[in-house]
């Protein structure tokens, strides 16, 4: 079948539906923060229109750079743990059988049902000294005594491992189950291990999914603020958390919006410098 | 003992038998063609070869050692899938290079043997394409260098040519047979294709219902095949039975047989005959007398169709001895005994 390409309006007709929800509520709001990011903020009160780069000044100091730097580290730390984890999962969970598979991915899937709120009061209590995980491991005599797993920077890698862990799941699954299981065999017969065809026929060739799967829980894990106040110390917060802090609590919306554009470019700079390194590796 | 042994092997698959008790002996450089219908356990019995699949019972030894629990990849051998299992992350040359990198062969070693294979199959220069720029008949030669390239005990192809068109799997059957004669190595074949079985082997084993029907010769098992089964899976063959009567000469279709034997004791026997061996003659001339139902006309050779008292015989000749016969004509058809080979039940 060969497409026509589209001549009058009424052929763009279709287009009209998405692209206006996408104006709506995508770029009219993000314009809008952009155009307060420069604005000026008045004291105790709101802000006034202007165009002043106070803002993204402001920014540029060691704190608020610190806490971006570490931002960008726990959402990086998250990513590689998850899919470190969920690959040798997911490549095991597709060579079982069909009732086996549809068992683990409806649990993950109840998994993504809870709620950030949830998920972070359940592993604090499950890191608590008084009913935590520490207290099975006095009762078997591994510990000496129960003791306080949080708030602890562990924790809150924990919290969002799992949290992410049943999305790296699913967006890893439809790629392995498309694997040829004869690559791994045919590996097998060639004298690999079963270790060593893994990482010598698997990976490699989903390595263009195992980055897209990186970014996508890189960002993901980049939006978390509930997580890091749950489950972490002040010095475990995220840029996430200060935007809220600003926006909310100081009502200081030029300035969280001005945190936003930067977190949202520095973002895109490194989705791109992933993109980018992943084609030059294809290329050579 | 140099070669390949299976002895009661068994694979169930929770209550089904896919393949039931086989012996086999592959003597060391022999090429066997494991020859049935789909579902008959000749992959299953492949891979059990391979280490794919662990069998339930029965050992399996190779060169006189047991390698029943060796696992696959301290087999030394090599494989060809039915999907050819190319791997899409790496050229040409790294394919085939692949197994001297997993046992650490010196950079220098592999990129010399890979030069050697390449050159093996005809593909000098190709090292540095990747796989998914050869067309069918370049991968298939790609993948079965990269088996060969440790130069491997014992060579398997799973369905290897199923792939490719008709002429170019005539082709590859013919250059494999080949290969395998200069590299004098022992290779087993899973095809359901009889004549590639018959271009390729020097022995082929029939396979039914996870059972082996016969292992034999290409000729041997043409020309005297073991069971009905086999006789009408190798080639085309015309099943008659064959009755001992009251005053106790073996007749066909109740025209007495003379100088035809029945297996002792038995009053029934099939018959299997070759269509190229049934001789059409005049009417009443030959033991049988049927109608022509229909000629059909190949150039290279004609197949007639005779129904004789409501069975189909086909008897097959050259065009220089073409019958002359149309449909609806009554012929006779000779039957000498040398031509009935007398199947055990």
Partial sequence: ?284 | MSGLALQNVVKEFGSFRAVNDVDLTVPHGTFVCMLGPSGCGKTTLLRMIAGLDLPTSGAIGLDGEDITRVPTHKRNLGMVFQSLALFPHLTVGENIAYPLRIRGAPKEDQRKRVDELLSMIHLSGYADRPVSKLSGGQRQRVAIARALAISPKLFLLDEPLSALDAKLREAMQVELRQLQQKLGITTIVVTHDQREAMTMADTVVVMNGGEIRQAASPIEIYRRPADSFVADFIGQTNLVEAETDRSGRVTVFGQPVPGLDLPAGAAKAMLSIRPEDVHLTAPGAGALTGTVTFVRDLGGTIETFVDVAGRQIVAVSTPRARPEVTVGQQVGIGLTPDVCVVLAK
């Fill in chain 1, 1 to 284: 079948m060969r497409r026509e390409p589209p001549r009058t309006l009424a052929d763009y007709l279709p287009l009209f539906f998405p692209a206006g929800m996408l104006t709506i509520f995508f770029v009219v709001p993000f314009g809008t923060m952009i155009a307060v990011s420069f604005f000026q903020r008045q004291q105790g009160g709101f802000y006034t229109p202007a165009f002043v780069y106070d803002n993204y000044a402001r920014f540029l100091s060691a704190f608020f750079g610190g806490v971006l730097g570490f931002s960008l580290m726990l959402a990086i730390t998250v990513a590689l743990c998850c899919v470190v984890l969920a690959l040798p999962f997911t490549y095991l969970l597709t060579r079982m059988s069909r009732r086996v598979q549809v068992v683990w991915l409806v649990a993950l899937l109840s998994v993504l049902s809870l709620s950030e709120v949830i998920i972070g009061f359940a592993w604090s209590t499950l890191f608590s000294r008084t009913a935590g995980i520490t207290n099975i491991l006095v009762a078997l005599g591994l510990m000496g005594e129960a003791k306080a797993l949080t708030p602890s920077f562990a924790a809150v890698l924990t919290g969002m491992v799992y949290q992410a862990f049943p999305y790296t799941v699913l967006v890893l699954f439809p790629a392995l189950v498309r694997l040829d299981p004869t690559l791994t065999e045919a590996a097998r017969t060639l004298g690999a291990s079963p270790l060593r065809a893994f990482f010598t026929v698997v990976v490699p060739a989903l390595r263009n999914t195992i980055t897209a799967t990186l970014i996508m829980v890189f960002i993901f894990a980049l939006g978390s603020y509930l997580l890091p106040q749950l489950l972490g110390r002040p010095q475990h917060w995220t840029l996430s958390v200060l935007i809220t802090d600003q926006a909310i609590y100081q009502s200081n919306m030029p300035f969280a919006a001005a945190m936003a554009v930067f977190l949202v470019l520095v973002t895109l700079g490194l989705v791109a410098l992933t993109v980018l390194a992943g084609r030059r590796g294809e290329a050579a």
